[in-house]
Nanobody
């Protein structure tokens, strides 16, 4: 069972970057997936999440975002690739952090290794 986040790098302010979170050993569609980020010396903060297949059945809102990224970041799924994506647009220097993905379903909770995003000119 593994969850892997990748796609980090350096981008200029105002630029875009896409991250992916791919699961192996389990079906990611069954899990709610959250994206988090952490700056050294600060607490990890949640930036958004996407619901699982149960959410679709209930008619719940599928995605939620932190206010500071609302309208700039988009989380989506590709069930065929067992992957969740985080598309980040209009990036700002304060978005610089190590980004993590997290998959959870009841008591099951998996974290991927982080990927560094640096927004700098």
């Amino acid at each position: 069972v593994q969850l892997q986040a990748c796609g980090g790098g350096q981008v200029q302010p105002g630029g875009s970057l896409g991250l992916s979170c791919t699961a192996s050993g389990f079906t990611l569609e069954d899990y709610a997936v959250g994206w988090w980020r952490q700056v050294p010396g600060k607490q990890r903060e949640g930036i958004g999440c996407i619901g699982n297949s149960d959410s679709i059945s209930r008619g719940d809102k599928m995605t939620n975002y932190r206010d500071s990224v609302e309208g700039r970041f988009t989380i989506s799924r590709d069930k065929t690739k067992n992957t969740v994506y985080l598309q980040m647009n209009d990036l700002r220097p304060e978005d610089t952090a190590v980004y993590y993905c997290n998959a959870r379903y009841y008591a099951m909770n998996y974290w991927g290794k982080g990927t560094l995003v640096t927004v700098s000119s």
